[in-house]
């Protein structure tokens, strides 16, 4: 009902209170789009990728990211299929572009791809070591490196193809509500998890769930051994010189501030105190928000959480999920 009562006062304030300037309305300008990946080629010489029907720009400039990795052009349509899927890169996912527009075209500055936009979140009911299911669904975590292995080792056995490792969409480690990693061997049936990844369905109606990232409810370490973590990083680019920054972790022990940095540590964009977590004794929260004008650099990459315990500093790092 809300939409149905404010798209006819919006489009009313368009038509009877906008000023009358229909020539600039063309002109230079931001523009995002989210929508499928259809195509990543060269046109006339220069490189471009082609999102919900619309042909935008790619630049030497142009910042590619996947959930887990920084990309080049090339990886985004050919070279082989991600794991369970069929078509080369990234072709048929979501991706969402940032940038700006002109009489000449549209001009990235980031595009943020992966194969899909799926979320489960529910109950383990599965882990022997042969299969990891939730909620009866099967999930596969993508190995975190190339001398990783996906979990749960795939097998002839288990009909399902093995997963390599595929520096284009690596996994994360599995951690737990405090953003600390545990094994995913250790997580017990009935345990509440958080995945993120990308379905895919299978001819027996089932599909899997091949998951980039996860967060499932377990200990880490009782111990009160000094560390950081990041539970979630967000960098919104609100403008080209405006960035907003929201950034969640936690600490042992419950005390002291964190620096938040460029994964490169060469820029420092703000700290944040440290308070005991009321939920999970022993352990600290902490979160950095900021809305940062006339800033000289784009969300980054990559993010770093610096701790410093004793005189002895501790770091954690993450990819930032840029909107």
């Not at 919006?10 to 195509?39: D, K, N, R």
């Not at 046109?43 to 990309?71: H, R, Y």
């Not at 527009?101 to 109950?123: C, F, M, W």
Request: net charge negative; charged share 15%; aromatic share 6%.
């Amino acid at each position: 009902m809300r939409i149905t009562f404010c798209v006819p006062v919006l489009m009313a304030a368009v038509l009877f209170h906008a000023a009358p300037a229909p020539a600039q309305s063309f002109g230079q300008g931001v523009i995002e789009i989210e929508g499928p990946l259809e195509a990543a080629g060269v046109e006339n010489g220069t490189t471009v990728i082609k999102v919900m029907g619309l042909t935008v720009f790619v630049t030497p400039d142009t910042k590619l990211t996947s959930p887990t990795a920084s990309l080049v052009h090339g990886d985004l349509g050919t070279g082989p299929a991600l794991p369970g899927r069929m078509d080369p890169g990234f072709i048929g996912g979501h991706a969402i572009v940032t940038g700006t527009r002109d009489v000449s075209g549209i001009y990235a500055k980031q595009v943020y791809v992966e194969p899909a936009e799926n979320h489960l979140i529910g109950t383990v009911t599965l882990n022997d070591g042969t299969g990891f299911e939730v909620e009866g669904m099967p999930v596969v975590l993508l190995p975190v490196s190339s001398d990783a292995q996906a979990y749960p080792k795939q097998t002839p056995e288990s009909g399902t193809p093995p997963v390599a490792y595929d520096p284009r969409l690596p996994g994360s480690p599995l951690k737990n509500s405090a953003g600390f990693e545990i094994a995913p061997g250790s997580v017990q049936v009935g345990s509440d998890i958080v995945v993120a990844g990308y379905y895919v369905p299978t001819p027996d109606g089932k599909g899997t769930i091949y998951a980039y990232g996860a967060t499932a409810s377990g200990d880490d370490d009782a111990s009160q051994t000094p560390r950081v973590s990041i539970l979630r990083a967000e960098c919104r680019q609100r403008a080209a010189d405006e960035i907003e920054w929201d950034v969640r972790g936690s600490t042992v022990p419950p005390s002291g501030s964190v620096t938040i940095l460029n994964a490169a540590g060469t820029v420092q964009y703000g700290t944040a105190a440290v308070t005991p977590d009321m939920s999970d004794p022993g352990k600290g929260q902490y979160r950095y928000r900021a809305d940062i004008r006339k800033a000289t650099q784009q969300c980054p990459a990559g993010v770093l959480a610096r701790f410093t315990v004793g005189g002895k500093t501790y770091t954690a790092t993450a990819v930032v999920e840029r909107r």
